[in-house]
Nanobody, 126 residues
C-alpha cells in the first residue's frame, strides 16, 4: 500500500505561483502512474495532471495547460506540481494519487486511482 503526503499549498494572489509536492512511501515509485486532482467546494474531483511511471508521458487538463507543470523525482519518491499564473478558479483542495494498475498511460478518472494523499488547500485571491 502506497502512502502519499502532499505539501506546499497555501494562499496566493492571482498571477502568483505555488509548487506542490507529493511524497510517496515504498520502493517502487517509478512503477506506476501518478496524478494530481483537485476538488472545489460543491464540485466533483477533477483531473489536473498526470505522469506515467516512466516519466516520459504526461497529460494535463485543458484548464491548466501551459500554466502547470508536473514532474517527478523517482530517486526521492516525490512528485511535484508547479503552478504558475494562478487564477481564482484554481482554488481547491489538491490531491495526489497513485494508479498502481498501470505504468504507461495516464488515466483521468479519479476512481481508477488506488491511493490518495490527504490533500492540500490552494487558495488564489483576486
Amino acid at each position: 500500500q502506497v502512502q502519499l503526503v502532499e505539501s506546499g499549498g497555501g494562499l496566493v494572489q492571482a498571477g502568483g505561483s505555488l509548487r506542490l509536492s507529493c511524497a510517496a512511501s515504498g520502493p517502487t515509485f517509478n512503477s506506476y502512474t501518478m496524478g494530481w486532482f483537485r476538488q472545489a467546494p460543491g464540485k466533483e474531483r477533477d483531473f489536473v495532471a498526470g505522469m506515467a511511471g516512466s516519466g516520459v508521458y504526461t497529460l494535463y487538463a485543458d484548464s491548466v495547460k501551459g500554466r502547470f507543470t508536473i514532474s517527478r523525482d523517482n530517486a526521492k519518491n516525490t512528485m511535484y506540481l508547479q503552478m504558475n499564473s494562478l487564477k481564482p478558479e484554481d482554488t481547491a483542495v489538491y490531491y495526489c494519487a497513485a494508479d498502481q494498475d498501470n505504468r504507461r498511460i495516464v488515466r483521468t478518472k479519479w476512481d481508477l486511482y488506488d491511493n490518495w494523499g490527504q490533500g492540500t488547500q490552494v487558495t488564489v485571491s483576486s
